[in-house]
């Protein structure tokens, strides 16, 4: 049992071969006990209306998994009417995938189909009630009126196995745990010190960056500025994490970059998650299971050198991320027991959610800045004002000396006009509750389409088109706060990394702006630069953006390490 090709390409082999299998599998979800004990959420009302709307719903809870119990349950539970909100018509078993088929970028078909059915939208993804939200009302009704209601997150089959079953922060289920996971992180590993104890880091890896560039550029030679962010980034973010570079880093971002991609699949297994039968019979979740195993063999094996190093040396000054949670774990203060499993839990997670989001970042805004020469000659001469003469690396405390207003604005503009996490992590209902007038069950997914809201020509003038200035003299900030703007999210389950995620890209994009020109290869002008989209739960540029460095203002590396 496979997952549907990547997304949905190829849907409709995938929906053939299985649907006899998914028959009678629907059929076993009533004796089999749930894979994960949310079987009861799952079912607990169901689908009659072929337009999406609920219908009463006929309780088929925990007591209904036995036949005869069923049976009762069909007797004598009163049906309770649900006013779901409206959606598009739907299939058996499939629910509302066909409509997600028209493109692989789930958020750009569900931003079509919101138009049609409204900011508030039921979709069912296989068995599983999902709610979309695409409205900058809507995103405040969930993330702050009911935030508290919304403040589980929905974990599919696949990331399930990725944090051991929600022993993490960005998956785990709203409680104690939680809420000591996420203070440890505001207050330990994210902080504004901590993010500023990085800061020789960055200084140095940009330096390297630079360095590379320069070499290219005088040899004449394209480069890949894509895939060279993403390494300047990576490297970064693994002396960050680890406090050093590390010899498995290129094996586990392999791993990182496959468990990423599943955990974004709609497959079978994660669509059908009350079913025991699919779940065993998953081969992508087998796959799962064993990249996750090959990935916490790598991360136990830094956690025993970095374990070892601290023996030998008592060293306090600059922790990288693992030394701060091994030494938080041997001083046993926390109220709960930090384990070697949460600490694996915790790395996957601050490497999956730091690294690909602020490279990505990156990208868009110097491809950005490629398509629209007058908005790169006004960031380049702010930068080149600011740093006019400097031929070393520019240093962090330069950088927030100088104060460049419009380049903030230029990530702000590209934070907004390709939003790194486009829907952002899926939610879940952990009580029925009303929203604007309508009824979401208990157990119910809920995306928050900020791709789409910060693309809505209602709240954005000429939204397609990248204009920094729109920011300029406007008080709209990604605090969470500014519901058409949310692109580290919002309320309880905000993104807690958005300061070390802006840290790890703004000096890079000063110096690649500073040193350097940029011309396309010849022939492509700049409106032709692909501005796609790849699937997946961050929005990466789905090909590479080639270009030629051309130097500019002459860059000396001091003191390099290697
Ligand atoms: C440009 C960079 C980044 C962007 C755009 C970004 C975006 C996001 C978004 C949209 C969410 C979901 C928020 C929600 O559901 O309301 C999130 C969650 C999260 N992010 Fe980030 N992020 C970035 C960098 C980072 C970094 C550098 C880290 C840490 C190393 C990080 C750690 C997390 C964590 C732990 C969560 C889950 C929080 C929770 O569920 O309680 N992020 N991020």
């Not at 076993?28 to 169901?46: D, K, M, P, W, Y």
């Not at 384990?339 to 996957?348: F, G, K, N, P, Q």
């Amino acid at each position: 049992m496979d997952e549907w090709c990547g997304l949905m390409g190829c849907w409709l082999c995938g929906l053939y071969s299985v649907l006899a299998m998914l028959v009678v599998a629907r059929l076993l979800v009533v004796t089999a006990r749930g894979h994960n004990g949310e079987g009861i959420e799952h079912t607990q009302f169901s689908r009659h209306s072929h337009h999406g709307q609920g219908a009463p719903g006929r309780g088929r809870g925990a007591g209904a998994r036995h036949p005869l119990k069923l049976i009762k349950c069909l007797l004598v539970t009163k049906p309770k009417k649900l006013k779901l909100p409206p959606g598009p018509w739907t299939l058996p078993l499939i629910g509302s995938m066909h409509h997600l088929v028209s493109n692989p970028l789930p958020y750009r078909a569900m931003r079509d189909l919101a138009h049609k059915h409204g900011p508030l939208m039921m979709l069912w993804l296989g068995e599983v009630p999902t709610v979309v939200v695409s409205s900058p009302e809507a995103a405040q009704a969930i993330t702050k009126t009911h935030d508290i209601t919304f403040a589980d997150r929905h974990m599919n089959s696949t990331v399930g196995i990725f944090t051991f079953n929600g022993m993490d922060l960005i998956f785990g289920s709203y409680g104690e745990q939680w809420r000591q996971l996420r203070k440890l992180s505001v207050q330990e590993l994210l902080s504004a010190a901590r993010v500023q104890s990085f800061q020789r880091i960055r200084e140095e890896e940009v330096g390297r960056f630079m360095q590379s560039l320069a070499t290219s550029a005088t040899a004449g030679t394209a480069v890949d500025l894509s895939k060279m962010i993403a390494s300047f980034v990576n490297d970064t973010f693994v002396r960050e994490s680890i406090g050093s570079r590390c010899k498995y880093q290129d094996e586990y971002l392999d791993a990182l970059g496959t468990a990423m991609r599943m955990a974004a699949e709609l497959s079978v297994a994660n669509i059908f998650p009350s079913s025991r039968l699919l779940q065993n019979l998953s081969t992508a979740l087998r796959r799962a299971m064993a990249c996750r195993d090959w990935m916490a063999h790598i991360i136990g094996q830094i956690i025993r050198e970095t374990k070892e190093a601290m023996d030998r040396a008592d060293k306090t000054s600059n922790e990288s991320f693992i030394s701060v949670l091994l030494r938080l774990q041997k001083e046993a203060s926390l109220p709960i027991e930090l384990t070697d499993h949460i600490v694996m839990a915790l790395m996957i997670d601050l490497f999956s959610a730091g690294s690909d989001s602020a490279s990505t970042t990156l990208t868009w805004c110097m491809t950005e800045l490629i398509r629209y020469p007058a908005t790169m000659a006004r960031a380049q001469s702010e930068v080149r004002e600011a740093f006019k003469g400097k031929t070393t690396t520019i240093t962090e405390d330069e950088l927030a000396r100088a104060n460049l207003s419009y380049l903030k604005c230029v990530a702000k503009e590209a934070l907004r006009l390709h939003c790194p996490v486009p829907l952002l992590l899926p939610r879940k209902c952990r009580e029925t509750c009303q929203v604007m007038g309508y009824d979401i069950p208990k157990g119910t997914c809920v995306f928050v389409n900020v791709w789409a809201i910060c693309r809505d020509a209602k709240y954005w003038e000429d939204p397609e088109e990248f204009r920094p200035e729109r920011f300029e003299n406007s008080s709209l900030d990604y605090k969470g706060t500014d519901y058409e703007f949310l692109p580290f999210g919002s309320g309880r389950r905000m993104c807690p990394g958005g300061n070390l995620g802006l840290a790890n890209m703004e000096l890079a994009l000063a110096s690649l702006l500073y040193h350097f020109d940029w011309k396309l290869p010849s022939g492509v002008e700049p409106k032709n630069v692909d501005v796609c989209e790849a699937p997946g739960l961050v929005a990466k540029k789905n090909t590479g953006l080639v270009l030629h460095p051309v130097v500019s203002r002459v860059f000396a590396p001091v003191n390099m390490p290697n």
